[in-house]
């Protein structure tokens, strides 16, 4: 299963952007799929996560308010609308799947399958 993920763009504070992340290749079993983010000298930031068995959603405190994940296409792609954006959101922004436990699901080790990641640049 591969996951290939867009939408990515340059916007200014207080815009709006809609990342897009779809699953392909074969039989897609992960509970989780959700986004991360990794601006440049910083480490990898959880941003939200969706389960595609009850469409269970959790956010990272910098974002909760703010941002929205959702899924569609039988669960097999996800979407995070970000809202309201801000300087600080400037990162790239990668998709990711696991299978692992609620509890894990905040820690990017914890994913096996990435998709590729897309910039997203918000200027002040």
């Known amino acids: 299963v591969q996951l290939q993920a867009s939408g990515g763009g340059s916007v200014q504070a207080g815009d709006s952007l809609r990342l897009s992340c779809a699953a392909s290749?074969?039989?897609?079993?992960?509970?989780?799929l959700g986004w991360f983010r990794q601006a440049p000298g910083k480490e990898r930031e959880f941003v939200a996560v969706?389960?595609?068995?009850?469409?269970?959603?959790i956010y990272g405190d910098s974002v909760k308010g703010r941002f929205t994940i959702s899924s569609a296409n039988a669960k097999t792609t996800v979407y995070l609308q970000m809202n309201s954006l801000k300087p600080e959101d400037t990162a790239v922004y990668s998709c990711?799947?696991?299978?692992?436990?609620?509890?894990?699901?905040?820690?990017?080790?914890?994913?096996?399958?990435w998709g590729q990641g897309t910039q997203v640049t918000v200027s002040s």
């Open positions: 990711a799947a696991t299978n692992v436990v609620l509890s894990a699901v905040r820690d990017p080790t914890m994913y096996t399958i």
């Open positions: 290749g074969g039989t897609f079993s992960s509970r989780w």
């Open positions: 969706i389960s595609r068995w009850d469409s269970r959603t």
